[in-house]
């Protein structure tokens, strides 16, 4: 995506990213921040959350926190908690980026382990969706939130091998398309990033054979997330965006 944001784009925005302890989510929470954004960093792993915490306050602009969260153990109570002990800090979300998520095996759908189909699901979808319900009322004080998902190509068009990951995907687009319409006419607009193959520990596991230098880097896919942070996006809601239009799905050939 061709877009240059101003420097000032998300001044006085307040911001929270799941999944902000490594990959794209980290990527994700520097680059807010950079462009002028207070950010929340949530995550499962506290120690690493606070290096990235670290990172963005030594940027001396905005102040970073982090509110650490398993959303493989999580329950509905748990993501209420976490919604007031934001609210302790923060007055409102102006966006929330669902970023972080899990891959699962990639077996044919016969041998998925259940443990394993029941912990993508809680990660990807049960617990994101408590969590954006817990979030709802402190993104809807925003005068223009931004509410992201995270999806994939997989959740659009199914894949061998791919069932427990992909099933989740297609959830995701489905909760952003129903969100989408409900606030329609609302001050909360509902999207995807589809990140599209990118350089990280999720892809090196999904494609170990790859040659990862041939991939994007979380740092090139940064324009369509800050487009959809800021105010150039503020009519678009109920879209699936590509961080790589025209990227053919699967291995980088
Ligand atoms: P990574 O595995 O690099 O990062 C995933 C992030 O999610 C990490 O911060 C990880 O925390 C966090 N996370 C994992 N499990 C939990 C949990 N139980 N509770 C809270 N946080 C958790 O993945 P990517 O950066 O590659 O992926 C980011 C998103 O992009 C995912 O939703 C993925 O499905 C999607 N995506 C990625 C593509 C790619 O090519 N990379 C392509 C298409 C979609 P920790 O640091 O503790 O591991």
């Keep these: 995506m061709h877009y240059?944001?101003?420097s000032d784009l998300l001044d006085h925005r307040i911001i929270l990213v799941t999944g902000a302890s490594d990959g794209i989510g980290r990527e994700a929470a520097l680059t807010y921040?950079?462009?002028?954004a207070q950010v929340v960093l949530s995550g499962r792993?506290?120690?690493k959350l606070q290096h990235v915490s670290n990172e963005i306050n030594s940027l001396g602009k905005v102040e970073s926190r982090a509110f650490p969260l398993d959303l493989d153990s999580a329950t509905p109570d748990d993501c209420h908690q976490f919604a007031v002990r934001i609210a302790e800090y923060?007055?409102?979300l102006d966006g929330v980026l669902h970023n972080a998520g899990v891959l699962g095996d990639i077996v044919p759908m016969e041998q998925i382990e259940p443990d394993v189909w029941q912990h993508v699901m809680r990660v990807n979808v049960n617990t994101t969706f408590f969590l954006t319900q817990a979030l709802l009322p402190l993104l809807l004080k925003s005068e223009a939130g931004s509410l992201i998902f995270t999806s994939s190509s997989v959740g659009r068009t199914g894949r061998a091998e791919w069932g427990a990951y992909a099933t989740s995907k297609f959830a995701t687009e489905g909760m952003m398309q129903v969100l989408a319409e409900e606030y329609r006419s609302r001050n909360l607009?509902?999207?995807?990033?589809?990140?599209?193959g990118t350089r990280t520990k999720m892809r090196a596991s999904a494609f170990p054979n790859e040659d990862a230098n041939k991939l994007k880097t979380p740092t090139d896919i940064m324009p369509l997330y800050l487009y959809l942070m800021g105010d150039d996006s503020r009519r678009k809601t109920g879209i699936s965006f590509d961080a790589q239009p025209g990227r053919k799905p699967g291995a980088a050939e």
């Design 33 to 36: 921040a950079r462009y002028g």
């Design 45 to 47: 792993n506290a120690e």
């Design 90 to 92: 923060y007055p409102r």
């Design 4 to 6: 240059q944001p101003k």
């Design 189 to 196: 607009r509902v999207n995807c990033i589809n990140p599209g």
